[in-house]
């Protein structure tokens, strides 16, 4: 019996989620005998061409990671969606833009004028940039077109199911394979269209193990501003962590080492835009009704869209910054 | 009649994206090779704004395989920002994690990356040339102990660094996470058990490629050979050290060009920009850019693990010292170092040489009492404005450059990242073999392009994957134990 | 012809919504721009009703609630107000004006003063013109057509 074809594939992103699939350990070894990897260019040597032989609908599952951010990112996505049986977007840059996300602070040409032109190190006299098509003697070149604002899997291709995480962790990926393998073992049916799989519906708080009290803040402090007390939570103690606007399924690993939360799950079920949660979060915390008062404390909080946004800027409500 | 054209696209095995463009002219020689970057996200630009002690944080993003040495750098930066000295149990912390990183991170290259090339052969079938081919080779039990290493690396990473993937917890002026006294009596058996890799890591290294003759050729063959400047930290003594030193350089023969502190590095490095990649070009000042050529009058230069040892006067811990020695033996007759060595396929071996120093520096650091300490964070009170900091990446230099406010928040972020330095060399070392093979009457087989992405693989392009999980058919079993010798795991496959 | 601005209004039910139906029943004039959404307190108003507000197509977004000590249920408008500002700080590093969100307090008696804000706050947004958000929407016919040019 021919086995299922599973493909992994990276656009705009950092290899973090290709690791994360590595540091399941022995998990991977029941991939690769229950999977015919048909596509894996950090780990195996198929082309683009190789995929495009492919019919379609012949991958049982496609795991897809990075944000879309360029003209090759977007037509590997369409690719692959057409290919592919089941497409996930795995890890947060696939479901919400992540760190590359950030770029919609900015824009591209401001991007390329530093990179290109002001920075320090570069010498570039003739103003040079890189080119989408640039013809040489023997030929011609091209390299894909950058977009100005980055995107998500789900706003480019449709996209079936989601994993979130920066990384997804390796327990949740071993648990979501483990679920997959059943399906398609025992022909049991495929969760609604557009679960979360691999994390939970609650907030980041409910996997954290710090002792929680009232918070009333008169001050934002910043995490290496203070010793932190390892037992309380970091929010009480002023820092601002993104832990009541974060879907559990980490573990909570940054706060118990002592550095808080930064989002990278995502927004909790049944929240559309993290960053205004927080926004919503924090407001409740802020312990003042002196409008004066509140302003000062609002305009002390360390860099608040780049903390609330820091993983979902491209899927927030707003999405980029206006130029 | 314009020539044909290939293109390798993507290129695999490796990090990141690229591509390579042959064009072969009518009579099927090579007419040119390009090698382009086709990315570019922009961190120096969207981290304007952010706190300067969330770059240790959002870094990490640029590498998700290294994100030890951004965490490192970034927060090495921090510290120069604000003038800050961490305390000694910080600092002992800090280059524990980046050992116990390096352990792990030079084994997935060596044994699933590049080794698969070296150890199978470049011509040896897709379906071969990955780590089951070179389990194949050498061994069952091998798979299991390359996965069990990588484990222990990624293990000291999650001890210290609060999370394997990505570490969170260096901080402006220290750490923010101690070790208990548990956790450094499981350091100090992973240090052991890491040196144990190390010693069968050199004897699978002896085995399979020093006591094959025709491998030994390729490595010494001037296809895969480029006379560059090579560039790397040492310590005071003039040693390899991944966390902190001094940059020197030195010229194809060996002699001193320059050394610089991090906060100096304008002074010397500079970057090109050619219209057909979008990944910069890095090169010395001092000599100056004449383009994709090498020798001494090109400012391209090298930074790679072969590089380090190039500029540096050995290594710090025996048995690597010993590897080191014999590996400049070999390839110079000279054992102290003096002349540097150019062939890019002795890169793998330096590779083995560095492990070997990571393994027997976690196995030694883990020992000291001082890093259960729990002074280990001096909260900053003021700021400088400004920092640089260099570490070693597995891939090469790194460089974090920082402005900020008074407040501490970023005005301008420059960073020059480990395998951009190889930008040039790399593309000079495709375009060297692929003239090579690309010629009248020969077919450009599946092999042959295989053999110029060698070129690209020695450097270890930011990316090393893949412990497993390929295309072969073959009766296996692998016994997968626990950390604590106890079987989890037996995996069976007949077909 | 002259913009004419898309405002969404939230309003309380105890205190600012009546006296918008104040102003109503009082025939007083005011210009018609504002859309009115009725929620039981102004501390209903997430900060993502707003950004989604401005996202959807309005080109400002009006807050308004009980003056402070008189919230129906104590404490709502409290947290409005802190609510508020904090969505005008993150629009604003959105590179929106922060002027296209307001906050105000109008009792159920200050029909004329409903009156008065809705007529400010309308010539304040026609005056910074209209909110296009650019990039907003992924636009797949132009990326496909540039995939066809790419790949001729």
Redesign the interface.
């Known amino acids: 019996m021919a086995k299922p074809k599973l493909a992994l594939y990276w656009a705009a992103s950092c290899g973090g989620c290709e690791i994360a699939v590595l540091d399941t350990e022995l998990e991977i070894l029941k991939i690769a005998d229950f999977f015919d990897i048909v596509f894996w260019p950090c780990a195996m040597d198929f082309k683009y061409d190789d995929v495009r032989a492919l019919a379609d609908g012949e991958i049982t599952l496609t795991l897809f990671n990075g944000a879309i951010r360029s003209s090759e990112n977007y037509e590997i996505a369409k690719l692959l969606r057409q290919k592919s049986v089941v497409l996930c977007a795995f890890g947060s840059c696939a479901s919400d833009g992540c760190i590359p996300g950030l770029a919609n602070l900015t824009t591209l040409e401001a991007i390329q004028r530093y990179v290109y032109e002001d920075s320090p190190s570069t010498v570039n006299l003739e103003k040079i940039r890189p080119q989408t098509e640039w013809t040489v003697p023997a030929g011609t070149l091209r390299l894909p077109r950058l977009w100005n604002t980055v995107r998500t899997l789900p706003q480019v291709v449709d996209v079936d199911y989601i994993i979130p995480g920066c990384p997804p962790q390796p327990d949740r990926i071993k648990e979501v394979v483990a679920a997959v393998m059943d399906i398609l073992k025992n022909d049991k049916p495929l969760p609604p269209k557009g679960t979360v799989l691999g994390a939970d519906v609650r907030a980041c708080c409910e996997e954290c193990p710090r002792k929680r009290d009232v918070k009333k803040l008169k001050k934002f402090v910043r995490p290496h501003e203070i010793v932190q007390d390892p037992e309380i939570c970091l929010l009480e103690q002023g820092m601002v962590c993104m832990g009541p606007a974060t879907r559990a399924g980490c573990g909570a690993k940054c706060v118990q080492a002592g550095v808080p939360c930064r989002g990278c799950y995502g927004p909790p079920a049944n929240v559309r835009d993290q960053g205004a949660k927080m926004a919503s979060a924090i407001a409740g915390v802020i312990d003042s009704d002196d409008p004066a008062e509140v302003q000062a404390l609002i305009d002390s909080i360390p860099d608040s869209v780049g903390t609330f946004y820091r993983f979902t800027l491209p899927s927030s409500t707003l999405r980029r910054r206006q130029p | 009649m314009?020539?044909r054209?290939i293109t390798?696209?993507?290129?695999?095995?490796?990090?990141?994206?690229g591509k390579i463009?042959l064009?072969v002219?009518d009579d099927g020689n090579l007419?040119?090779c390009?090698f382009?970057v086709?990315?570019?996200?922009?961190f120096?630009?969207?981290?304007?704004?952010?706190?300067v002690?969330?770059m240790p944080?959002?870094t990490?993003?640029?590498?998700?395989?290294c994100?030890e040495a951004h965490h490192m750098a970034a927060v090495k930066a921090?510290d120069a920002v604000?003038g800050v000295t961490p305390p000694p149990a910080a600092l002992k912390l800090r280059e524990l994690l980046y050992n116990g990183f390096y352990a792990g991170d030079h084994t997935?290259h060596f044994y699933?990356l590049g080794g698969p090339d070296f150890v199978v052969g470049p011509d040896a079938p897709?379906a071969e040339?990955?780590i089951l081919g070179v389990v194949r080779k050498v061994g069952l039990e091998l798979g299991a102990e390359v996965?069990k290493q990588?484990?222990r690396g990624?293990r000291v990473v999650q001890i210290i660094?609060?999370?394997?993937?990505?570490p969170?917890?260096a901080?402006?002026?220290g750490m923010?996470?101690r070790v208990t006294k548990e956790e450094q009596r499981e350091l100090v058996r992973i240090g052991e058990e890491m040196v144990e890799f190390a010693k069968t890591t050199i004897k699978v290294f002896d085995d399979v490629v020093l006591k094959d003759p025709a491998t030994v050729d390729l490595i010494l063959s001037d296809t895969y050979c480029h006379r560059t400047y090579s560039i790397g930290l040492v310590d005071a003594a003039g040693k390899v050290n991944f966390y902190d030193g001094t940059v020197r350089v030195v010229d194809p023969d060996g002699n001193e060009l320059c050394r610089y502190r991090p906060e100096q590095?304008?002074e010397h490095?500079?970057?090109?920009?050619?219209?057909?990649?979008?990944l910069?070009y890095?090169y010395l000042k001092k000599v100056g850019?004449k383009g994709l050529v090498d020798g001494t009058d090109s400012g391209v230069y090298r930074a790679t693990p072969l590089s380090r040892l190039n500029v540096s006067d050995g290594m710090a811990t025996p048995l690597a010292q010993a590897e080191y020695e014999r590996l400049f033996e070999t390839l110079t007759g000279d054992r102290s170092g003096r002349k540097p060595v150019h062939a890019t396929l002795a890169i793998h071996w330096a590779r083995v040489v560095e492990l070997v120093f990571a393994c027997e520096s976690v196995a030694a650091q883990a020992r000291d009492e001082e890093i259960t300490s729990d002074r280990i964070?001096t909260?900053?009170t003021s700021i400088v404005g400004e920092g640089v900091g260099i570490v070693e990446a597995p891939r090469g230099l790194l460089t974090h450059?920082y402005k900020t406010d008074e407040k501490?928040?970023v005005k301008e972020a420059?960073l020059?990242v480990g395998t951009t330095n190889n930008n040039a060399a790399i593309s000079m070392s495709i375009k060297k073999v692929a003239e090579g093979l690309v010629r009248r009457g020969a077919d450009v087989t599946d092999g042959v392009l295989?053999r110029i992405e060698m070129a690209f693989r020695a450097y270890d392009p930011?990316?090393g994957?893949?412990?497993?999980?390929?295309?072969g058919q073959m009766p296996m079993e692998?016994v997968?134990r626990g950390l604590d010798g106890s079987v989890?795991?037996t995996?069976r496959?007949f077909c | 012809m002259s913009f004419e601005p898309k405002l969404v209004g939230f309003l309380c039910n105890w205190c600012s919504y009546t006296g918008a139906d104040l102003a109503g029943t009082a025939r007083m004039k005011y210009p018609p721009n504002l859309r009115v959404i009725r929620v039981m307190c102004s501390g209903r108003v997430d900060p993502n009703f707003v950004l989604e507000a401005l996202a959807r197509g309005a080109d400002g977004v009006l807050v308004l609630g009980c003056h402070p000590g008189d919230c129906h249920y104590s404490e709502g408008n409290y947290k409005c107000q802190r609510r508020v500002p904090l969505t005008k700080k993150l629009a604003e590093q959105m590179g929106i004006d922060p002027r296209r969100i307001r906050l105000e307090w109008v009792s159920a008696s200050e029909g004329a003063r409903f009156t008065q804000v809705v007529t400010e706050f309308t010539e304040q947004v026609r005056a910074l013109g209209p909110l296009h958000l650019a990039d907003w929407t992924f636009d797949s016919t132009s990326a496909d057509a540039q995939l066809a040019h790419e790949s001729r």
């Open positions: 314009s020539p054209s390798i696209d993507p290129i695999t095995r490796l990090e990141g994206h463009h064009f002219d007419a040119d390009y382009q086709p990315e570019l996200r922009g120096e630009v969207f981290c304007k704004g952010r706190p002690e969330e944080r959002i990490t993003r640029i590498c998700g395989v994100p921090a604000y997935t699933a897709k040339r990955n996965i990588r484990a990624q660094g609060g999370k394997a993937l990505h969170v917890t901080l402006p002026g923010s996470k590095y304008l490095i500079a970057e090109a920009v050619l219209p057909y990649s979008y910069k890095p850019w964070h909260p900053p450059h501490g928040f420059n020059i295989n930011c990316f994957c893949a412990t497993h999980a390929l295309p692998i997968i989890r795991e995996v496959r």
